[in-house]
């Protein structure tokens, strides 16, 4: 594929603290998180030009994560908070994916697994292992409605800083 005409990042949401008993969608950030978090921040920073959009699980811990990755980027983009992102299976995200406005050319989608891991998998064809903070960078040939229907390839994906995403080769 040569240069994608849309860039897809998932972004899993950082380690969260199981020690309260709030509500699954209130669970916050562990402290490991909040440390995590920012190593991502700083990744795209440095290996991606710019995004246009996040979209962000409603859950506190995605929130969490994305004010914390946003932080480190030099012009964070817009947000829009999805509550269809929270526990979403690879279906569901697929259909915010080909939601997405055309204007939009790189994207950040912040979310859950199993739903973020088999999405990527979905689109490129490959397994793609997801932990807390990790990301994964897709490219797709066409449009966000062509999502799933395109190639798409796996352009970089791991957990910043010590298993920075790697470039697929």
């Not at 710019?50 to 964070?76: H, I, K, M, N, Y």
Request: charged fraction near 25%; proline fraction near 8%.
């Amino acid at each position: 594929m040569e240069g994608p005409a849309r860039t897809l990042i998932l972004l899993r949401h950082a380690k969260s603290d199981w020690s309260g008993d709030e509500a699954d969608p209130d669970r916050p950030l562990a402290k490991r998180g909040r440390r995590q978090a920012p190593d991502a921040g700083r990744w795209l920073a440095e290996h991606m030009e710019g995004v246009d959009l996040a979209v962000v699980s409603s859950a506190v811990r995605a929130r969490q994560t994305w004010d914390l990755v946003s932080a480190e980027l030099p012009a964070p983009p817009p947000t829009r908070s999805e509550d269809r992102a929270y526990a979403a299976s690879a279906d569901a995200l697929l259909a915010i994916v080909r939601d997405l406005p055309d204007d939009a050319t790189t994207v950040v989608l912040v979310g859950h697994n199993p739903g973020l891991e088999d999405l990527a998998s979905s689109l490129t064809g490959q397994l793609v292992s997801l932990p807390t903070s990790a990301l994964a960078v897709i490219g797709l040939a066409g449009e966000w409605e062509s999502a799933g229907t395109v190639d798409a390839d796996l352009m970089a994906w791991g957990r910043p800083p010590e298993g920075a995403p790697s470039t697929h080769g």
